[in-house]
């Protein structure tokens, strides 16, 4: 049975396709990339399977629940995490009490009204933090933190809810090119640990081509073509409407 089941996806805004009919499965700990131009609808795809927009039609399924429409926590609480193309974590606290903050979501409670119940959360808040190489950076505002740690901590605080399938949203925007590989590594690492699901954005055709097991390419909308990333690299639409060939032929297909 697959983890994802997603029939028909569909989102339009005003006379825009940005999700148009999208059909897909992903299988449990499958890491899967969803690439396409700027535009093509990939984040949208993300917003309307982690609950942040309704669709207009079609269908998602999760882990045997129909999760169309729910509301983004629920689907949180089911075990689908996201992260965001721009770090979303609380500039002010710091990074320890991010993932408190994120532990204490999980539970159904609130961090802003339960400052005495933070303590004992403190171990697996370092844990997590560890897991992402953070540990060193625990007490520091998320705020002064270097871009690529917001990220790390934004990872960190999606693990903390424990999830089967992990929705990244371009994890290395904005990272300088050594950065990219170290993070995209650490990141394979944990994924295969928990033997999670990956769906994930990306640009960078070197970091799509390292890590994914399958990728699948948006266009205006639409799916337009999946498969393993040597047969994305040889298809003819995909060539021809994504990169013309040239970014596809750059990239190394092996790490
Ligand atoms: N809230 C919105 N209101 C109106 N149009 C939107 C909205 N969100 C997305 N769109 C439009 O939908 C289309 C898909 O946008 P989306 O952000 O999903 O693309 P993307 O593939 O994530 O692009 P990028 O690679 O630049 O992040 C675009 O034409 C965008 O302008
Ligand atoms: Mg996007």
């Known amino acids: 049975m697959s983890l994802l ?9 005003g006379g825009v396709r940005a999700v148009h009919r999208l059909s897909f499965d992903l299988a449990a700990g499958e890491v899967c990339a969803l690439i396409g131009p ?6 949208t795809c993300f917003a309307l399977l982690s609950g942040l927009e309704r669709p207009d039609a079609g269908r ?26 721009i ?28 400052p005495r119940r933070l303590r004992p959360l403190a171990d697996e808040a370092r844990a997590l933090l560890a897991r992402v190489g953070l540990e060193e950076l625990a007490d520091r505002p998320a705020a002064t933190l270097a871009y690529g ?6 990872l960190a605080m999606a693990l903390a809810h424990r999830p089967r399938l992990l929705l990244l949203d371009e994890p290395t925007a904005g990272l300088a090119l050594g950065e990219r ?12 640990a928990h033997r999670l699901a990956v769906l994930f954005t990306e640009h960078d055709m ?23 990333p040597a047969e ?8 021809a409407v994504y990169l013309r060939g040239g970014a596809l032929d750059d990239a190394e297909t092996s790490p």
């Open 5 to 13: 089941e997603v029939r028909g996806l569909t989102r339009h805004y």
């Open 38 to 43: 700027n535009g093509a609808g990939k984040s």
């Open 181 to 192: 590989f170290a993070l995209v590594d650490e990141l394979l690492a944990i994924v295969r």
């Open 232 to 239: 994305i690299r040889a298809h003819p639409r995909v060539r």
């Open 87 to 114: 770090p979303a974590v609380f500039s002010s606290l710091d990074a320890l009490d991010n993932v408190r903050a994120a532990l204490l979501a999980r539970a159904g409670l609130d961090f802003a009204l339960l």
């Open 60 to 85: 998602v399924r999760f882990a045997g629940t129909d999760i169309t429409g729910l509301p983004p926590q629920r689907i949180l609480r089911l075990g689908l995490a996201r992260t965001f193309q």
């Open 206 to 228: 070197d970091v799509v081509f390292r890590i994914a097991d399958r990728v699948m390419v948006m266009d205006h909308g639409e799916l337009i073509a999946i498969g393993t």
């Open 149 to 154: 740690d917001r990220k790390r901590l934004e």
